[in-house]
T-cell receptor, first 114, second 115 residues
Framework: GENVEQHPSTLSVQEGDSAVIKCTYS??????FPWYKQELGKRPQLIIDIRSNVGEKKDQRIAVTLNKTAKHFSLHITETQPEDSAVYFC?????????????FGTGTRLLVSP | EAGVAQSPRYKIIEKRQSVAFWCNPI?????LYWYQQILGQGPKLLIQFQNNGVVDDSQLPKDRFSAERLKGVDSTLKIQPAKLEDSAVYLC?????????????FGSGTQLSVL
């Protein structure tokens, strides 16, 4: 089945710096790659996603890039702020009997220090 | 719009006891998911419903876990009997399509501690 690996497991940056989180997936048929942010004690929330027919997508300070050949995708956060501190999960969708399900990475704990 | 509702928020039980979790998805969402999130790990899909039918339960430990979604709306997830390794947050999520590249809306989760 699909396997999603995520690195690093923890990331500490200073406010204003950039942060990059990387994920690799195993199933070449995967075609949808969302990123979820989970603040402490709260539910995961979608922050950005990308489909396999697009190489890059940007939304204000957040961007995601996808390399289908290498089967990896990355989350880029620029001008980080303390409120960006959270656990970030990447995911990849695989087909299963006509439906798709998400397989999540293990998460990256991002700490932004003022 | 109202979000995905889950209850209880916390549950503490002893091993070999039974426990049940409840989920009410966003109105109109046909697809409902139950995920298990062990501390320090990403959510793992346990079961996926499309309306009241099971689409995927390949990772559900069927000897102890069961789930149903009667009438295609609310869902319950049960564990009987519980083991120590079942300690986790159980997240319910819903989406309004087959999950094929659609946004998942998560509930707040039920934190289960098995002692």
């Amino acid at each position: 089945g699909e396997n999603v690996e995520q690195h690093p497991s923890t990331l500490s940056v200073q406010e204003g710096d950039s942060a990059v989180i990387k994920c690799t997936y195993s199933d070449s048929a995967s075609n949808y790659f969302p990123w979820y942010k989970q603040e402490l004690g709260k539910r995961p929330q979608l922050i950005i996603d990308i489909r396999s027919n697009v190489g890059e997508k940007k939304d204000q300070r957040i961007a995601v890039t996808l390399n289908k050949t290498a089967k990896h995708f990355s989350l880029h956060i620029t001008e980080t702020q303390p409120e960006d501190s959270a656990v970030y999960f990447c995911a990849a969708s695989i087909r299963n009997t006509g439906f798709q399900k998400l397989v999540f990475g293990t998460g990256t704990r991002l700490l932004v220090s003022p | 719009e109202a979000g995905v509702a889950q209850s209880p928020r916390y549950k503490i039980i002893e091993k070999r006891q039974s426990v049940a979790f409840w989920c009410n998805p966003i109105s109109g969402h046909a697809t409902l998911y139950w995920y298990q999130q062990i501390l320090g790990q990403g959510p793992k899909l346990l079961i996926q419903f499309q309306n009241n039918g099971v689409v995927d339960d390949s990772q559900l430990p069927k000897d102890r876990f069961s789930a149903e979604r009667l009438k295609g709306v609310d869902s319950t997830l049960k564990i009987q009997p519980a083991k120590l390794e079942d300690s986790a947050v159980y997240l319910c999520a819903s989406s309004d399509h087959r999950g094929a590249g659609e946004k998942l809306f998560f509930g707040s989760g039920t934190q289960l501690s098995v002692l």
